[in-house]
């Protein structure tokens, strides 16, 4: 049976550490801070959000799409510290196909290594497996881009591959190699799920 989606619902996800809920416009001053003094939070993105014009083209870009039906954009926001720390997406949403893509995801480097990452990806994989009904979770970087792979390797993602010269890089002539990872239903409700919740317990 192919699940049902609304888009236009208000999707907010949470635990004791972490808040996602839906990218609005007025969260430019949210990120603003993050967007004037951490530009190289970007470095490997295709769509910076370094300054208070690119910060608030970023969010308009993720508007429009979530209007298009064909992505979910969320604000992060820490608990601990109570202050917002980034943004994350479902993208390339296939309800036919019952797939996404999550990603473009970036934090503050404050909270980088403090566990907040894996709390938004326990969130965001149960809503896409258990809720949505996801069949497969796709994940991309730019294969320069160890620490995000790092990162994704240790969620449970599974390295499927390269895809060569796969798009330009932002402000160069260069072309970008993408690493593709993945999430499959059975290898969350067998291994993954339960392995990143210890995971979170440990933090």
């Known amino acids: 049976m192919t699940p049902t989606f609304d888009f236009a619902q208000n999707i907010i996800l949470e635990n004791e550490t972490v808040l996602l809920r839906p990218l609005q416009e007025s ?3 949210n990120l603003l801070e993050i967007s004037i003094n951490e530009p190289e939070t970007w470095e490997y993105s295709l769509v910076r959000a370094n300054g208070k014009e690119n ?3 970023y969010i308009q870009i993720a508007l429009k799409a979530r209007e298009n039906k064909t992505e979910i954009p969320f604000i992060v926001f820490d608990k ?3 202050k917002y720390a980034g943004s994350t997406r479902f993208y390339d949403v296939n309800i036919g196909f019952k797939t996404l893509q999550l990603g473009y995801t970036w934090y503050g480097k404050q909270f980088r290594g403090t566990g907040l990452n894996k709390n938004c990806k326990f969130l965001l994989l149960q809503y896409a ?3 949505l009904g996801m069949e497969r979770v796709e994940f991309r970087a730019d294969n320069n881009n160890h620490r995000s792979i790092a990162a994704m390797k240790s969620i449970g993602c599974k390295v499927e591959g390269v895809l060569r ?3 330009p890089t932002l402000g160069s002539e260069l072309r970008r190699d993408s690493i593709v990872l993945s999430i499959l239903r059975n290898e ?3 291994e993954v799920k339960e392995n990143l919740k210890a995971k979170l317990n440990k933090a």
């Open 80 to 82: 601990k510290s109570g």
């Open 165 to 167: 010269s796969q798009m």
């Open 27 to 29: 969260d430019v001053e």
């Open 129 to 131: 497996f258990e809720t």
């Open 188 to 190: 969350w409700f067998d």
């Open 55 to 57: 910060l608030e083209n």
